[in-house]
C-alpha cells in the first residue's frame, strides 16, 4: 500500500513540474500595441492599408495610427507573396546538351 501512494505522489510532482498552475494573464492587461502603419503592416503578416486604418478603431490594445500602411507594390514582401508568375531572365542554359542524355539532373537524396 505504501508503494502506491508513493507511485502516486512522484506522479503528482511530476505534473506539477510539467505544468504552471500561475493564474493566466488576461488580455485586457496588456501594453497597447503603438508603431506606425508601416510597423503595423509588418506586425499584421502584409495587412492592406485600409485594415491599418480601421485596426484602432476595430482592435483592443492598438492605440491610434500614424502615417498609411504601404500598398502591394510598395512593399517587398507583399509583392513577392501576390505574386502570380515569375518570369526567368535567363536567355540559355549554362551548358546546354547537345545530344539526347547529353544533360541528366536528379536530386540526391540520403536515406537512413
Ligand atoms: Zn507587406
Redesign the pocket.
Known sequence: MATVATAATASTAATAATHSYERARPSRERKPITGDAVEL??LMA?ASPEAIEHLSSNALGVNAVDGR??R?HE?????L?KMKQQISRRSTHEHPATQLFERVCFDLIELY
Open positions: 503592416h509588418q502584409c500602411a504601404p502591394t512593399c517587398e514582401v507583399c509583392g507573396a
